[in-house]
């Protein structure tokens, strides 16, 4: 009588792994996410026993999933006290989680995508990678960073000539924006190969904009994942809205809720002249 | 009860629990006209609570009666409209659109929105604007109404007893608190709009406090403002509240409304009450 919904309910704390200084990833047990999640839903996660402070759900995308375990993973910077709460979680203590939520990336119509991302963002993508590389397609993934060091993951990747790190010292990789990476390493090859191919983004808003300005002319799928402050992650209190040019289909506004319309959208969706930087 | 503009209007939450087990789904505010809201940023976490200014966002009164009310009141749920306007005029209009053949089991007016430019708290800050706003409403319905009171006044009771007077079957006590939040290096406020209202745990105590004056009046309240867990439901219960509304919480936890119930009926049990109207209002002194 008690009991909690499928979609929102306390979940086991399986493990918490520091990556790097800045990144850590949280394993936790939840069949429900585990089995229903796509890459780019995200799920908003708090610690239990139920506080008041801090109040709300942390809004995580799902950076991967081990359904045999019946576990997800996410990946997280601890910036407030929401995630820094989470990385001092131990194996054994329970979080609530509500999830997954929102929209995911489709990349069914391709055969070959490009990944593009950085900054604290870049989880949906390395979901993305893993699930589209199951289902046969051919994945691009160029990451941007100060240094290719503070990027989590790298090793996991086989350093072929798919994966791509950009970094603004010039340390290691390309020395540039992860778009101008896109541009200079990958983007003529895929054009060359007359397959179907999508793009897919996510990271600063800047990097978005800047990405979205460089495609526009080349007539390409862009899909992008957004981060947003997110109060109940499931459309109604109406604080994670942004601006679009096209009217909301159920609405008719010319905006969205990045929680419940996205966090995933086609980037022609998005007034991003409107759209805030931060 | 769940609080307005915590819930959507009750369809988003179908996937945590069957809404036809709640006392109401109280919706989102509705407007005449359709209203895109406040620019960002809209919300801020702050000390167990958080500040918003979403300014009444929703789709408009013709698109809730066609599109999403339908879908509300076939899954059962107990519906409480609720309505805000720029008069007493444009207010009455809705009400008069609204009506029991709709499924609709009462209206609530929201009084108090802290977050519009006009209309909204105006209304509720004086007892003679508050009591004209609450006629126009009963004489363009037949539904009960509810008026939701802004807790941004120096004493509530009189607005408690001009609502009743006025015809309000209850008043709901309370809306948010008006508040404000800076960014201390940015040098500019949490929220675009500067001021904003208060929810959550924070503002609970203040909350049960103009519960319990307003439920002296003997006008029939609705205490809202905070609850997160059964112990803070019942404090307004205990207080003299007739129903609670479960708002921010519904937040941090889309499932806790649908137990709540069940705690509450457990609680009494273990309290030796049969039921829970014996325990409103039974407060000791201390």
Not at chain 1, 235 to 249: D, M, S, W
Not at chain 1, 266 to 276: G, K, N, Y
Not at chain 2, 221 to 234: H, P, Q, R
């Amino acid at each position: 009588m008690h009991a909690d919904s499928a979609k929102a309910s306390a979940a086991r704390v399986l493990d918490v792994i520091r990556l790097t200084p800045a990144h850590f990833r949280i394993d936790i047990e939840s069949e429900h996410v585990s089995a229903a999640s796509i890459p780019g839903q995200f799920v908003m996660v708090r610690p239990l026993p139920a506080v008041t402070d801090p109040l709300l759900g942390r809004p995580l995308a799902v950076l991967g999933r081990d359904t045999a375990a019946s576990s997800f993973s996410l990946l997280f910077t601890p910036a407030g006290r929401g995630t820094r709460i989470l990385a001092e979680a131990a194996p054994g203590d329970t979080v609530h989680v509500n999830g997954p939520l929102g929209t995911g990336f489709d990349f069914s119509a391709f055969d070959e995508i490009a990944l593009i991302g950085g900054g604290t963002g870049i989880a949906p993508l390395y979901f993305l990678a893993a699930e589209a590389r199951a289902a046969g397609k051919t994945v691009h993934l160029v990451l941007g960073a100060r240094t290719c060091d503070s990027l989590p993951f790298t090793g996991s990747f086989s350093p072929d000539e798919r994966f791509h790190c950009a970094t603004d010292d010039g340390s290691r990789g390309f020395h540039g924006s992860a778009v101008d990476a896109f541009f200079h390493l990958v983007a003529d090859r895929i054009a060359s190969n007359r397959r179907p191919v999508g793009l897919f983004a996510a990271g600063p808003v800047p990097m978005m904009k800047a990405l979205v300005s460089a495609t526009r002319e080349m007539g390409i799928s862009l899909q992008v994942s957004l981060e947003a402050r997110m109060a109940c992650g499931i459309g109604v209190c109406r604080g994670c809205v942004i601006p679009a040019r096209t009217p909301h289909p159920l609405y008719g506004h010319l905006t969205r809720a990045v929680c419940a319309d996205g966090p995933v959208f086609d980037a022609s969706v998005i007034d991003w002249e409107r759209l805030p930087d931060v | 009860m769940t609080a307005s503009g915590t819930f959507g209007f009750g369809i988003e939450f179908m996937e945590y629990g069957d809404i036809s087990a709640l006392g109401a789904v109280v919706t989102k505010s509705i407007t005449l006209e359709p209203r895109a809201g406040n620019e960002p940023p809209r919300i801020y976490e702050t000390p167990s609570g958080m500040l918003n200014s979403i300014g009444l966002e929703n789709p408009g009164l013709e698109f809730f009666k066609e599109k999403i009310l339908p879908q509300v009141v076939s899954a059962g749920a107990t519906m409480v409209v609720n309505i805000a306007g720029e008069s007493p005029d444009e207010y009455g209009e809705i009400a008069g659109e609204l009506s029991a053949d709709d499924g609709i089991a009462a209206l609530e007016v929201n009084a108090g929105c802290p977050n519009v430019d006009r209309g909204g708290m105006t209304f509720g800050r004086d007892p003679g604007m508050l009591a004209d706003l609450v006629a126009a409403v009963c004489a363009s319905t037949e539904l009960p109404i509810i008026a939701k009171l802004t807790p941004n006044v120096a004493d509530i009771v009189p607005l408690v007893e001009a609502a009743g007077r006025a015809g309000a079957s209850a008043v709901t006590v309370m809306n948010t608190l008006l508040g404000m939040s800076v960014d201390v290096r940015k040098r500019v406020p949490h929220i675009k709009r500067g001021k904003a209202g208060l929810s959550g745990p924070a503002i609970r105590p203040v909350a049960v406090r103009m519960a319990f004056e307003a439920a002296q009046t003997g006008v029939p309240v609705v205490g809202a403002g905070g609850i997160s867990d059964l112990d803070s439901a019942m404090q307004f219960f205990l207080v003299g509240a007739r129903a609670v509304e479960v708002g921010t919480w519904n937040f941090a936890d889309p499932a806790f409304i649908f137990r709540l119930p069940g705690l509450i009926s457990d609680f009494l049990e273990q309290q030796g009450e049969t039921n829970l109207g014996a325990y409103i209002g039974s407060l000791k002194s201390g």
